[in-house]
């Protein structure tokens, strides 16, 4: 729906027209199409868009920022209901995902994570696979993990950032 020849408001009521709105607290599914992830996704102002994201934007009357992920609390993929929606960061959302064990590959719990980043202060030849091996994961994992390029946002406190 980029043409010019459609308002704004024919363009959200032709978008919305792909929701099931039910009871104002409980989720609205959206009906269109859907990623592999399961979440809904449309084209909006000519770019493949998630619906969730586009609904936020709608009920916000602004673009969500690039650098925020739009955080859906009710973790439904397909629920697209503004009131279930809010803005946070990478961070948050991966930090939503690890607590509640949605992640796409949930095989660390936070306390796991600190246990291993406690044992990698006194890292030696082997460690990786040894921790990957107790705690069911690969070697390369734990080198992410010891790399900073995973679980970061756990911190040594034991609390993801942000969330104390």
Known sequence: ?????????QQVTAFLARVEITVVEECWLWKGGTMNCGYGVSVWRGKMRPAHRIVWEIANGRDA????????????????????LSLGTPTDNATDMLRKMRSPNPKLTIPQVLEIKETLKNWR????????????????????????????????????????
């Open 65 to 84: 920022p690039d650098d925020k992920d739009v955080l859906n609390a009710c973790d439904t993929p397909l629920c697209v209901n503004p009131s279930h």
């Open 1 to 9: 729906m980029t043409n010019q020849r459609y308002t704004r408001a």
């Open 125 to 164: 030849k082997g460690m990786n696979t040894e921790l990957g091996k107790k705690y069911g994961v690969t070697a390369l994992t734990i080198l992410k993990i010891r790399k900073g390029h995973t679980y970061k946002f756990v911190d040594s406190i034991g609390e993801p950032h942000g969330i104390r």
